[in-house]
C-alpha cells in the first residue's frame, strides 16, 4: 500500500480485468490497508491471512459451515 508503482500495477491488472469481465482475486492479503485499498479497485475477491491462516480442505469446509449455521 506504500510503494506507488506497484498500486498502479494492480490497478491496471484489476482494470484489464474488469474489461475482460473477470472477476479478480486478490491473494496474500494481510493487512487491513491492503484490503481497503484493493476493495477501491474493485477486487472481487479476497484471500491471506488477514482473513484466515491456511487450513486443510477438511478443516476449511467445517469452518464454513459453522460460520453459515449448519
Known sequence: HI???SKEIVE???K??????LKVVAE???LEEHFWELESMGVDYYQG????EPLP?????KKKKK???L
Open 57 to 61: 480442505l477438511e478443516d476449511a469446509i
Open 3 to 5: 510503494d506507488i508503482e
Open 49 to 52: 491471512y488477514l482473513f484466515s
Open 12 to 14: 491496471t491488472i484489476v
Open 28 to 30: 496474500g492479503v494481510e
Open 67 to 69: 460460520k453459515n449455521g
Open 16 to 21: 484489464l480485468a474488469k474489461i475482460l469481465n
